[in-house]
């Protein structure tokens, strides 16, 4: 019999809806029950495509014993994480405190009061390698809480006052300067691996937050370093496993430093982000791998990410059917030699097995091999290559496919919005702005309510019960910002100021400047979080910087400038110790440093011939941070288009900075020179 979670609209909650242990969902009833019956709370925290979290369900959640045990001696509360960021964030910063680490599955035992007291990640079914298992945990938080109630309150309220005391140092709240964001370049060429590519050992995380940082510091100082390690980086993951040869996108991340082997989860936050920065390397470099990569991550994602109602789905998971009724990690991708002879014969499996890299003992498990791009020297025949890809592609087609978490997340679907509608720009592809244009219109359409109010997730045409965090109302303004700049239509800049308005008026501290993830009137946890380090995906507090100071640039607003650069104290502290976890902020300072500038195309008609050449040269300037408003001559659809006329009865281009303006010029070369960092 089916659960409390099988009326929730989260793919990951409806996974556990057939679970034997009866679950509730995040509610005040839950932990109302808790109360009435004088039990703790387990709180389990992950997500659909995490592979841990699908283990210790299979081996403990769904196994009827435990769950007899769980039923009869706690209230059991599931929660999405990518449904519920807030509430993970606040018991992670607990677990971290606590533990040292984190991660997901995150489990944690909480009184009725939702004060922590226990910790932990995964636990397995029987004792392995110094950890207890699932039961004995169970079996020891009961009987402390049943025969040493006053010492689990104490440490509860411990922790609770520990998290309190744990408010962000803030700096000066000013923005870092020219100084600052050399010793963050310095600091990430101490991490950099010049032998590979990335930072650090392994596990390796795409770093596109610094991908983007460096592409800006190069623009605007010309330091040759930042472009070597954005461009070495990029070409190493795109080569690697982590990049998927046949299909395009790329995994979760490399567990290895030579990005051969993936979690090979596809987020969609990491395709949109990693899409977004080939594109920008192109405009840098015109690296054709760069061109490819981005194209090839667009159509991935919509192809395989989007929904029927034209909003993003959040992930693949990393397990998928191997043909024999297994769920098994990376079945869907890897490849054994007999497999290519199968679907190539002898003398082209011969070649595919050199070019992706596939060996008789293999790369990943049980002789099978992740496909990657190997340096190779020589002659490559190009067209027999492709028939290979497509011959491969089309069989692997015919795999069980890795399950899909069809939830629309706000925030994720603002950075699909602005990769999207830029790649298609770039690259003269329509079809990627419209489905860019498609995507922002479900979010207007289902996510925001009158007062343009977020609504964080939706699945199936349908609104999910959770309020929009930072991030949402930060990535999805990002969004709307990249969109208004690609197709002139000035609508897109007025939803982003309504949704930064909320930014400034809900998410803001007045006193300090800084910013909280959740809304000053959103519901009340043990700790109002606050987290201003990039991880998987921009903090919001970095997301709102970035999307605030667009938004003033294109509108001269002052309170939106003054409130980007105050969130940016946070990076003048943090940028040059930490510089991998504060990217996305460091290419917001990048902006400030620069201007950002402000482009104003003007002519006969946004579709006019030369009005679109000197539109597509202004979206292809290097300059950081720069915002485009294109359309007619006269025309009230943005700001900074009033009063710019044609010149000579010709279109023509207005660039301005830290307010002072160049002559307008009619010439893409001359606007190009101008726009070049």
Same mark, same amino acid.
């Given at each position: 019999?089916?659960?409390?979670?099988?009326?929730?609209?989260?793919?990951?909650?409806?996974?556990?809806?057939?679970?034997?242990?009866?679950?509730?969902?995040?509610?005040?009833?839950?932990?109302?029950?808790?109360?009435?019956?004088?039990?703790?709370?387990?709180?389990?925290?992950?997500?659909?495509?995490?592979?841990?979290?699908?283990?210790?369900?299979?081996?403990?959640?769904?196994?009827?014993?435990?769950?007899?045990?769980?039923?009869?001696?706690?209230?059991?509360?599931?929660?999405?994480?990518?449904?519920?960021?807030?509430?993970?964030?606040?018991?992670?910063?607990?677990?971290?405190?606590?533990?040292?680490?984190?991660?997901?599955?995150?489990?944690?035992?909480?009184?009725?009061?939702?004060?922590?007291?226990?910790?932990?990640?995964?636990?397995?079914?029987?004792?392995?390698?110094?950890?207890?298992?699932?039961?004995?945990?169970?079996?020891?938080?009961?009987?402390?809480?049943?025969?040493?109630?006053?010492?689990?309150?104490?440490?509860?309220?411990?922790?609770?006052?520990?998290?309190?005391?744990?408010?962000?140092?803030?700096?000066?709240?000013?923005?870092?300067?020219?100084?600052?964001?050399?010793?963050?370049?310095?600091?990430?060429?101490?991490?950099?691996?010049?032998?590979?590519?990335?930072?650090?050992?392994?596990?390796?995380?795409?770093?596109?937050?610094?991908?983007?940082?460096?592409?800006?510091?190069?623009?605007?100082?010309?330091?040759?370093?930042?472009?070597?390690?954005?461009?070495?980086?990029?070409?190493?993951?795109?080569?690697?496993?982590?990049?998927?040869?046949?299909?395009?996108?790329?995994?979760?991340?490399?567990?290895?430093?030579?990005?051969?082997?993936?979690?090979?989860?596809?987020?969609?936050?990491?395709?949109?982000?990693?899409?977004?920065?080939?594109?920008?390397?192109?405009?840098?470099?015109?690296?054709?791998?760069?061109?490819? +990569?981005?194209?090839?991550?667009?159509?991935?994602?919509?192809?395989?990410?989007?929904?029927?109602?034209?909003?993003?789905?959040?992930?693949?998971?990393?397990?998928?059917?191997?043909?024999?009724?297994?769920?098994?990690?990376?079945?869907?991708?890897?490849?054994?030699?007999?497999?290519?002879?199968?679907?190539?014969?002898?003398?082209?499996?011969?070649?595919?097995?050199?070019?992706?890299?596939?060996?008789?003992?293999?790369?990943?498990?049980?002789?099978?091999? +992740?496909?990657?791009?190997?340096?190779?020297?020589?002659?490559?025949?190009?067209?027999?290559?492709?028939?290979?890809?497509?011959?491969?592609?089309?069989?692997?087609?015919?795999?069980?496919?890795?399950?899909?978490?069809?939830?629309?997340?706000?925030?994720?679907?603002?950075?699909?919005?602005?990769?999207?509608?830029?790649?298609?720009?770039?690259?003269?592809?329509?079809?990627?702005?419209?489905?860019?244009?498609?995507? !922002?219109?479900?979010?207007?359409?289902?996510?925001?309510?009158?007062?343009?109010?977020?609504?964080?997730?939706?699945?199936?045409?349908?609104?999910?019960?959770?309020?929009?965090?930072?991030?949402?109302?930060?990535?999805?303004?990002?969004?709307?910002?990249?969109?208004?700049?690609?197709?002139?239509?000035?609508?897109?800049?007025?939803?982003?100021?309504?949704?930064?308005?909320?930014?400034?008026?809900?998410?803001?501290?007045?006193?300090?400047?800084?910013?909280?993830?959740?809304?000053?009137?959103?519901?009340?946890?043990?700790?109002?979080?606050?987290?201003?380090?990039?991880?998987?995906?921009?903090?919001?507090?970095?997301?709102?910087?970035? !999307?605030?100071?667009?938004?003033?640039?294109?509108?001269?607003?002052?309170?939106?400038?003054?409130?980007?650069?105050?969130?940016?104290?946070? +990076?003048?502290?943090?940028?040059?110790?930490?510089?991998?976890?504060?990217?996305?902020?460091?290419?917001? !300072?990048?902006?400030?440093?620069?201007?950002?500038?402000?482009?104003?195309?003007?002519?006969?008609?946004?579709?006019?011939?030369?009005?679109?050449?000197?539109?597509?040269?202004?979206?292809?300037?290097? !300059?950081?941070?720069?915002?485009?408003?294109?359309?007619?001559?006269?025309?009230?659809?943005?700001?900074?288009?009033?009063?710019?006329?044609?010149?000579?009865?010709?279109?023509?281009?207005?660039?301005?900075?830290?307010?002072?303006?160049?002559?307008?010029?009619?010439?893409?070369?001359?606007?190009?020179?101008?726009?070049?960092?």
């Amino acid at each position: 019999m089916p659960n409390r979670l099988a009326h929730e609209t989260s793919p990951y909650l409806l996974q556990h809806a057939d679970n034997p242990v009866d679950w509730w969902p995040w509610s005040s009833e839950a932990f109302e029950e808790a109360r009435k019956r004088n039990v703790p709370v387990l709180l389990s925290v992950g997500y659909s495509s995490c592979h841990w979290c699908h283990v210790m369900a299979h081996e403990s959640f769904e196994d009827q014993e435990t769950a007899e045990y769980l039923n009869a001696h706690y209230v059991s509360v599931k929660v999405d994480r990518e449904e519920r960021p807030d509430v993970d964030a606040v018991y992670m910063e607990a677990v971290q405190a606590a533990t040292g680490q984190g991660g997901w599955p995150m489990t944690v035992f909480l009184t009725p009061d939702a004060e922590p007291f226990y910790f932990g990640t995964y636990f397995p079914p029987a004792p392995r390698q110094g950890m207890p298992s699932f039961r004995q945990v169970l079996q020891g938080v009961h009987q402390a809480w049943d025969e040493r109630r006053d010492e689990v309150t104490e440490v509860a309220e411990k922790i609770v006052r520990d998290l309190a005391g744990r408010e962000i140092s803030y700096g000066d709240a000013q923005t870092p300067g020219a100084e600052e964001l050399a010793q963050a370049l310095l600091g990430l060429t101490r991490e950099y691996d010049p032998q590979r590519g990335g930072f650090g050992g392994a596990p390796k995380f795409p770093p596109s937050m610094v991908l983007e940082f460096l592409l800006r510091h190069h623009a605007r100082t010309g330091a040759e370093g930042a472009l070597q390690m954005a461009r070495d980086t990029c070409e190493r993951m795109a080569r690697g496993g982590m990049y998927d040869q046949l299909g395009g996108g790329f995994a979760r991340y490399s567990v290895d430093r030579d990005w051969v082997v993936p979690h090979f989860e596809k987020m969609l936050y990491d395709n949109a982000l990693l899409c977004r920065v080939y594109a920008h390397l192109w405009r840098s470099t015109g690296s054709e791998l760069a061109r490819r +990569v981005a194209l090839e991550t667009a159509d991935f994602m919509v192809r395989e990410l989007r929904t029927n109602e034209g909003g993003f789905a959040s992930a693949l998971d990393a397990d998928s059917d191997d043909g024999t009724g297994r769920h098994v990690e990376g079945a869907y991708y890897v490849w054994t030699p007999e497999q290519l002879r199968e679907v190539l014969g002898e003398q082209d499996a011969e070649l595919a097995a050199e070019h992706f890299g596939v060996t008789e003992e293999g790369t990943f498990e049980e002789g099978a091999s +992740v496909l990657q791009l190997p340096l190779r020297d020589g002659f490559v025949d190009a067209g027999r290559v492709a028939s290979i890809r497509e011959r491969l592609l089309a069989a692997r087609s015919g795999r069980p496919a890795p399950g899909r978490d069809d939830k629309v997340v706000a925030a994720w679907n603002g950075l699909a919005i602005a990769a999207l509608a830029e790649t298609g720009a770039y690259f003269d592809r329509p079809d990627l702005v419209e489905a860019a244009v498609a995507a !922002a219109d479900l979010l207007v359409r289902l996510h925001l309510d009158e007062q343009a109010r977020l609504t964080r997730t939706s699945k199936d045409g349908h609104a999910g019960a959770n309020a929009g965090v930072l991030e949402d109302y930060a990535d999805v303004a990002e969004g709307f910002l990249a969109l208004a700049s690609v197709t002139g239509e000035g609508v897109w800049l007025e939803f982003a100021g309504f949704l930064l308005d909320h930014v400034l008026a809900r998410f803001t501290d007045p006193e300090s400047g800084s910013l909280y993830d959740t809304a000053a009137d959103a519901e009340q946890l043990i700790r109002r979080p606050q987290d201003p380090t990039d991880n998987a995906a921009p903090s919001g507090w970095t997301a709102a910087a970035n !999307a605030l100071l667009s938004y003033a640039a294109h509108t001269g607003s002052e309170p939106h400038r003054t409130a980007a650069e105050r969130a940016l104290g946070v +990076v003048k502290a943090l940028g040059p110790r930490v510089p991998r976890f504060i990217g996305w902020g460091l290419a917001a !300072a990048e902006a400030v440093l620069d201007g950002p500038r402000e482009v104003a195309v003007v002519g006969p008609a946004l579709d006019d011939e030369g009005t679109r050449a000197l539109h597509r040269t202004a979206l292809l300037g290097t !300059a950081p941070g720069a915002v485009v408003a294109a359309g007619a001559a006269g025309s009230d659809e943005f700001p900074l288009l009033a009063d710019r006329p044609l010149v000579g009865g010709e279109p023509a281009a207005y660039v301005c900075r830290n307010f002072t303006c160049d002559a307008p010029t009619t010439e893409p070369d001359r606007l190009r020179t101008v726009l070049s960092g």
